[in-house]
């Protein structure tokens, strides 16, 4: 069923486009709400909801169809009261099977504290965040949380259980303590730790060295997860369009030097280019679903790119 | 130019602050938080403005003001001479002050005064060096600023020598005097010193026993220049038991009273005093206990007739130099007085009554009265011996030369217009050919005396209010006098009818006193009154043999002559003979104790004697407290204080100089004036500037 929803989604009309688009939601009130619930119910109950696949075929009130039994199946879903009366094992695929495992590795270092619109990076991918959360929630799917800065600072554990989605706010809601980004050390843990295969989310801005990223990407997809690199940067991040002569000081390392923006402009843009290049290069190596989010974009637009990415 | 706090200077590294303004005044302010730096290549704002300096003449204003107000706090002035002076003439100057008190002649005293003045020569070494010593008063051996351009050795050498041919005398100490005499010559030469630092580089090297004597009373009154500094050498002696003998008094009988004192730091309290003459030692010496610190008075034994004692001794004390008290009794003068006048045995109507008994006999003099009467045989006195004359009746021809030659002489006549004298004989004593000088007063009543010439010798112990009151001195008839003017004469005292009462006529060199009024009851009270015997023996004083010539003196004090001895000789005791100078009236050598003796070549006029003492105050030898000086407002200075610690002070001097000259040229007020028209300028300009750009940018 799921998959046929999935394609009914995929394959929306433009004038379902349109009517998306103009029911999304303008990041900048999205941010005037305080609460992130609220933001992330805000975003999901507006179009999408349960519209996404499971590697897992799980258990639900209304079966969907039925297959012979092949060696290997669990022997739990063998239908026996159809076993006995045609004594022949079929498997039960059940209505709601949706049983994603969902790990979300938010990268809460001093770089994404960086704004020009009101609210920083963070304030946008932690948005994300719960949105992803509390539509996992909704769909019964089991969601977690990394949050890392130059190493793991919090870790909720996946789990589809009721209070799981506060679980995720309340972690979310704590003030970030670390300073750099460290990619790599969240992609280890995520690889040691999380034994069933599901989808792995990255949100950071990635502005760090790309050195192990390739590798431990690799590892993640190697054990089977299927996963997605979202990658936070903000408009002013990408275009340094800044009228002024200033002092830039980097968030992460202190670091201070006296720019004129006009004039460092295009050598900044060429370097980020290439260094988002790269990461696109490198997820498409390791087959990763990349998706660059401004914080000026909608969030639904994020998530809708990122579901159409899925189902493709 | 210099300046007084030449370090304010290193301000005007603030000049570069302007400059330094000017030039950053592109670097950006704002500072921006950026994500990351990793594509940032560094890219400093242009720079190709930044080293250009766009408002040559705002920078310029405001650097100068910056250096104007440096300069303002750096305090300039201009030196002028004096400070060259000042600073070129940074010799000390050394006055070595030594005391030649008799107290000095102590033991050792002496030697310890030159050793110390020695070492003080020695250690001087360029120094100038002025060398004076003091007693009673201030000698100079070798006056400030001597001009003498010897060598330094030469000079040493021939202060030592000066040293040398010092010793102490018989004076009294008269320190206050003496220091006050130095710092006011030092003042003196420093106020012909332009730098004004001579002060500042004296220093006072006092020498002395400081004894308990020492008068320093003088400075009291005396403000001490607060830069001049004294170093006390205070010379101590090991014997310190010493008393003294003051002469208190001496009777006729030549007993004489006599003060004891010991001084405070004695350490004996028995002593003997006698007599002694001339001829034998001392006899039956007088046992005396008197405790240290204290005096005591007591009554010497009459002398010996036959051999008058010429001093008394004391014994018993370590020192002898103030045990001797040398003694001349008084003797008693022969008066002589002549009276022209109508002797009257008993009679009190008779002037002679009165006149004879204003005379008495004193211990001090012998009064011979001879009454003239004009039956009564010539006088054949010699002029010299009668001592005054009086004239209260008229007189032969010859008696009227024979006073007239008194006079002559020098002789005081007093003369009594009386109701039995006539115009004819003062006509004749005053040699004036007009007639009625004299005329008989109408009074009414009575007359009183007015006009007094209190001033005059004669009325002069009448002076004070108490005694001035002569309104009950009344007069019941007197004659006018009308002197001409060709005759000199000051009119003493007058009637209240303007007449003259008392005058004064000066004849040759006498003088002759004219009353115009008798004595008598009959007509005056002025026998019967407190004034007649004051003023009758004041006329007798008029006399100048009549002074009375004291014959106990200290040393050092100023003996006054009779007039009346002419080429007298003084014999001094250890010493030749002083002769005097004709009409010399003061004698001043009494420099050691002893018996002086006047002699004069007139073989009629007999020898005086008289005696010159030590100043009891030298006895009181124990020293005084260093306190007594610092409190009287002298600088001490302290014996550890070197030459380099002058020569700072000296350096503090100069400061002060330069402080002093900075404040009166007073530059930095200017310069703050021409800053802050600087800055001024400055504002408007750059206000100017500014509008002027803004135009621009709208436009």
Same mark, same amino acid.
């Given at each position: ?55 897992? $075929? ?56 960086? $704004? ?197 | ?75 300039? +002035? ?21 005391? *030649? ?208 004692? *010429? ?47 204003? +005379? ?171 004034? +007649? ?167």
């Amino acid at each position: 069923m799921s998959s046929i929803r999935m394609k009914q989604n995929t394959s929306h009309t433009p004038q379902q486009s349109k009517r998306l688009a103009s029911q999304r939601i303008d990041p900048a009130c999205l941010m005037r709400i305080k609460s992130l619930e609220l933001r992330a119910k805000s975003v999901v109950e507006g179009t999408w909801k349960g519209l996404h696949r499971s590697p897992y $075929h799980g258990f639900s009130v209304e079966f969907t169809e039925y297959r012979e039994y092949t060696p290997g199946d669990d022997p739990r879903h063998i239908d026996w009261k159809l076993a006995a009366r045609s004594n022949q094992h079929f498997i039960k695929r059940f209505e709601e099977e949706t049983n994603l495992c969902c790990h979300m590795l938010l990268d809460l270092s001093t770089s994404m504290q960086f $704004h020009s619109l009101g609210y920083s990076k963070s304030d946008y991918a932690k948005t994300l965040v719960a949105t992803f959360a509390y539509f996992l929630s909704t769909q019964r799917d089991a969601s977690g949380l990394i949050i890392f800065d130059e190493q793991v600072e919090s870790v909720v554990p996946a789990r589809f259980t009721r209070g799981q989605l506060r679980r995720i706010l309340i972690e979310l809601e704590r003030p970030p303590q670390g300073s750099h980004t460290n990619v790599v050390s969240p992609l280890k843990h995520a690889v040691e730790t999380i034994k069933k295969r599901g989808l792995v989310v990255l949100i950071s801005d990635l502005m760090s060295p790309l050195d192990e990223l390739n590798t431990h990407l690799g590892y993640l997809r190697a054990k089977g997860h299927e996963v997605a690199l979202f990658q936070i940067l903000d408009p002013a991040e990408i275009h340094l369009n800044f009228n002024e002569t200033a002092i830039f000081e980097d968030l992460e390392t202190g670091d201070r030097i006296a720019l004129n923006p006009k004039a460092a402009q295009a050598s900044y843009r060429q370097q980020l280019n290439q260094h988002l290049e790269e990461i696109q290069s490198i997820c498409r190596k390791q087959g990763v679903h990349y998706h660059k989010l401004t914080t000026d974009t909608p969030l639904e637009a994020g998530l809708s790119d990122f579901l159409a990415d899925r189902a493709a | 130019m210099s300046f007084l706090t030449p370090l304010y200077l290193v301000g005007i590294i603030a000049v570069g602050l302007p400059i330094l303004l000017h030039l950053v005044r592109h670097q950006p302010k704002n500072v921006f938080f950026f994500s990351s730096l990793r594509f940032l290549e560094h890219k400093p704002p242009q720079t190709n403005r930044k080293n250009k300096i766009e408002h040559w003449l705002l920078l310029m204003l405001r650097a100068i003001a910056v250096m104007l107000l440096v300069t303002a706090f750096a305090r300039p +002035f201009f030196k002028n001479t004096d400070l060259e002076l000042a600073s070129s003439d940074t010799k000390h100057q050394t006055i070595l002050l030594i005391d *030649t008190s008799s107290s000095m002649q102590r033991g050792t005293l002496w030697k310890q005064a030159l050793q110390t003045a020695d070492e003080i020569i020695k250690q001087a070494d360029e120094n100038q060096i002025a060398i004076y010593t003091f007693d009673s008063r201030l000698t100079t051996v070798k006056p400030l600023k001597e001009t003498k351009q010897d060598t330094p050795q030469q000079t040493q050498q021939n202060d030592r020598e000066r040293l040398t041919k010092l010793t102490p005398g018989w004076n009294a100490t008269n320190l206050g005097l003496a220091l006050t005499e130095i710092a006011a010559r030092l003042q003196q030469q420093a106020i012909s010193d332009p730098s004004g630092t001579l002060l500042q580089n004296s220093t006072i090297e006092l020498i002395t026993d400081f004894q308990a004597g020492a008068k320093i009373d003088s400075l009291t009154e005396f403000s001490w220049p607060a830069e001049l500094q004294v170093r006390l050498h205070q010379l101590k002696e090991k014997q310190t038991s010493n008393a003294g003998l003051q002469l208190l008094a001496l009777n006729e009988q030549g007993q004489a009273t006599v003060r004891i004192v010991n001084a405070a730091d004695s350490q004996q309290e028995q002593f003997q005093v006698a007599y002694q003459t001339a001829l034998s030692e001392s006899e039956q010496p007088q046992k005396i206990y008197v405790p240290t610190g204290q005096s005591r008075v007591i009554h010497m034994p009459a002398m010996d007739e036959q051999q008058q004692a *010429t001093r008394i001794v004391l014994t018993g004390d370590k020192h002898d130099f103030d045990n001797s008290l040398y003694l001349q009794p008084r003797e008693q003068a022969n008066i002589t007085i002549v009276h022209y006048g109508t002797p009257a045995a008993g009679s009190t109507e008779s002037p002679d009554y009165y006149a004879k008994r204003a +005379f008495p006999t004193t211990p001090q003099r012998k009064i011979e009265f001879l009454t003239v009467g004009p039956d009564s045989p010539q006088v054949l006195l010699a002029v010299a011996k009668i001592h005054l004359m009086i004239v209260s009746r008229e007189l032969a021809a010859e008696e009227t030369n024979l006073v007239k030659n008194y006079l002559e002489q020098g002789g005081v006549v007093l003369f009594s217009l009386n109701q039995q004298q006539t115009n004819d004989t003062f006509q004749l004593l005053i040699s004036h050919s007009q007639n009625n000088l004299t005329s008989e007063a109408d009074v009414n009543g009575y007359a009183l005396l007015t006009n007094i010439k209190f001033e005059h010798p004669l009325f002069q112990m009448f002076q004070a209010p108490e005694y001035s009151d002569f309104t009950k001195l009344k007069f019941w008839n007197y004659r006018r006098l009308s002197l001409p003017e060709d005759v000199p004469h000051q009119v003493l005292a007058r009637f209240d009818h303007e007449s003259p009462a008392i005058v004064n006529v000066p004849l040759g060199q006498g003088k002759l006193i004219v009353t115009t009024f008798g004595w008598t009851p009959q007509e005056s009270q002025f026998a019967l009154s407190t004034k +007649f015997v004051p003023m009758m023996n004041a006329i007798l004083a008029l006399n100048a043999n009549m002074i009375d010539t004291p014959s106990q003196f200290i040393v050092g004090e100023t003996v006054k002559l009779p007039e009346s001895l002419k080429a007298a000789k003084v014999s001094v005791p250890k010493a030749s003979s002083i002769q005097l100078a004709a009409g010399q009236q003061n004698f001043e050598q009494t420099v050691q104790p002893g018996l002086y003796q006047i002699t004069s070549e007139d073989k009629t006029t007999p020898a005086q004697k008289f005696v010159v003492n030590l100043d009891i105050e030298e006895s009181k030898t124990a020293p005084l407290a260093i306190e007594k000086l610092e409190a009287l407002g002298i600088k001490l200075l302290s014996h550890s204080k070197t030459t380099a610690a002058n020569s700072t002070h000296a350096d503090l001097k100069r400061q002060a100089l330069i402080r002093e000259m900075e404040q009166k040229q007073k530059i930095w007020r200017w310069l703050i004036i021409v800053a802050l028209a600087m800055l001024g300028l400055e504002t408007v300009l750059a206000k100017w500037i500014a509008g002027k750009t803004s135009a621009t940018r709208k436009a």
